[in-house]
């Protein structure tokens, strides 16, 4: 017998009866999303910043001190970057990539996170967590109260990847002192546009 | 006995300092879990409906496992099946054998703790690296993780700096968090950058997608999932769960109650392999199922391991996690070892106040501190309980069966306690004593006051 067959062979045989599924508790919403939002990339350890529109998105990432570093790669339609990712072949080449932004679908308003879906990375997933420091772009429309509402909104085209961002990378595991940049970005800047 | 937790707790209390600094240090993290939990008004129902689920799931596992593997592979993820850690191991090692792995990153998995993975490919010559940094430490140092959430907790800076200098060749005398950070993150930035694999964790594995998800602030999982072409996960089979929505309740759960943060940094899924890459999942028993056939144990399978049990529970906190026979220590491991190997973790349901402080803070309600008060019956009539609690007991029962020894008993007890108090200190009771107090003795006991109140009788004196 396989090991497959052997694991669901010896579940089905001790299955006891179904317990139904519960239904999930209906959220009670906190104030205005954004605002929230905002909030709670800061706590999250990230810089929030709200913007009109998309020119308003392009000088308020001009005035930003990482986006003046001299590796940066853009996903951001109308943003552009110095390192052109689809020319590089391997990930391990954006070693020394300095900043990368990246646009976002969904934000949580609870928690500051931000969904990325797969095909917003470009030809390499390592984008998001190999440079030093992140940009992430969100339109105001797109920020949800909490992970229950984000979960609705969320979808998982090809090519089946996508992750939640919550402020930059932090550890606490040395006498949980916080520590940011961990191994990922060592910031975390978000844009709401609009 | 070596993994006696009352002897090896003995050990951890004669440094003093060090046991408050552990107590305090884990407090901090249940009072951080006190405050996230607060901001979400709808967190019991929440809890409810994250139990549930996990109930639910568990009582059709066979189906739930069957559609995850059916979607996962049309996904492009290479599924496979272990009955126990050495079956794991091997898989694992013929993964990286066949595409000739020799360095290999790890994100945390409590799993391949379990299955002692490590040791396996290292003896095949495989080195293996832990990027979570408490891992990280933890390895370097050859120990196994003290904690499930925070594995080197039990270690001061000023060790870590040392360990640093020793290993890592870092100046001596670095004991600040944010430099010995710093440097953690050059040395791993390399071995991510040369890794040929990288192996995580699964914390949920979602049925109706056949994808996965895995949890870390420091991004260790993303930097060795995205770097290497071979990226396999292992996974024990309680950890599917049925829909993509089921992620919005439980992850509102797991970071608030692990570390009170809102949610992880990076909450990664995973649905296909890198482009031109593998992706390899190892769904894992190793003792699951059989733990699963028995209802008063299946529930300690709900358990999403975010480690909220250690840190509020008062023996946990005092007495450090290498006190602990089970590699999970604190109440949810004292529950778990015990279900797998009653003799091999018999003191450990013992390691409990039964406050239920533990079943309190559960996000998935296990019933931790029943399960333990069963595993204590279980110990006493698998006749596991050394000679003197097992004689101690038996003394009580039979006293307490006969309410005039039991009166007689009580007054015996209350006049050496006034004349000569020292004799309680060397009779059967001496353990129990050892570093607590005496009792001022009463002048009655409670049935004279009761029958005094209730029946008028008159004052016993002493």
Known sequence: MSAREAILSALRASRTEVVAAPAHPAPVKQGDPVVRFMESVKAVGGQAYRVADDAALAAGMAGLPVWSAQRRASLVPGIDGTVDLEAVADPHELADLDVAAIPGE???AENGAVWVKGESLGPHRAVFVIP???????????????????YGRITLPRPGYGLFISGPSKTADIEQSLVIGAHGARSCAVFVVG | MIHHHPEKAKLFVLDD??????????????????????????WEQLRTAAEGIKLHTLSRLADYLEEFERKATANGIQVHWARDGEEHNRIVHGILEKRGVKKM????????????????????????????????IVQLAGEPPSHIVMPAIHRKKEEIGELFHEKLGTPKGLSDPTLLTERAREHLREKFLQAEAGLTGVNFGIAETGGFVVVTNEGNA?????????????????????????????????????????????????????????????????????????????????????????????????????????????????????HRDLAGHASLPFASSLCGSCTDVCPVKVDLHHQLLALRQEAGEEKLLPFGKRMGMKLASFVMARPALFRAGGKVARWVLRVAPGLARVGPGAVWLRGRELPEPPAESFADLYDREMNGKPEVKP
């Not at chain 2, 901090?28 to 405050?35: E, L």
């Not at chain 2, 993975?117 to 690296?129: D, H, K, S, T, W």
């Not at chain 2, 992850?251 to 992706?279: D, I, K, M, N, W």
């Open chain 1, 106 to 108: 969904v934000a949580v």
């Open chain 1, 132 to 150: 030093e420091h992140l940009v992430l772009v969100v339109r105001a429309a797109d920020v949800v109260n909490d992970m229950q509402e984000a």
């Open chain 2, 17 to 42: 300092e060090r046991a408050h600094w552990h107590d305090k240090a884990l407090w901090f993290m249940r009072v951080k879990r006190d405050r996230a939990a607060a901001t979400v008004p709808e």
């Open chain 2, 105 to 136: 990153v790890k994100s945390k998995s409590m799993l391949t703790e379990e299955c002692h993975l490590n040791p396996y490919l290292e003896a095949r010559g495989i080195e293996v690296v832990d990027t979570d940094l408490g891992e990280r």
């Open chain 2, 222 to 338: 993303d930097m060795g999932t995205t770097l290497p072409p071979v990226h396999i996960a292992s996974m024990g089979i309680e950890k599917v769960i049925p829909r993509l929505a089921d992620l919005g309740v439980f992850l509102r759960l797991l970071a608030r109650s692990a570390t009170g943060q809102p949610v992880s940094s990076y909450t990664t899924h995973f649905h296909a392999p890198l482009p031109g890459g593998e992706l390899h999942l190892v769904i894992v028993d190793n003792g699951r199922t059989e733990m699963l056939s028995e209802a008063h144990r299946r529930k300690a399978l709900c358990c999403i391991r975010c480690g909220a049990c250690l840190n509020t529970c008062p023996v946990y906190r005092r007495s450090g996690g290498y006190s602990y026979s089970y590699l999970i220590p604190g109440p949810i491991g004292s529950v778990l070892g015990p």
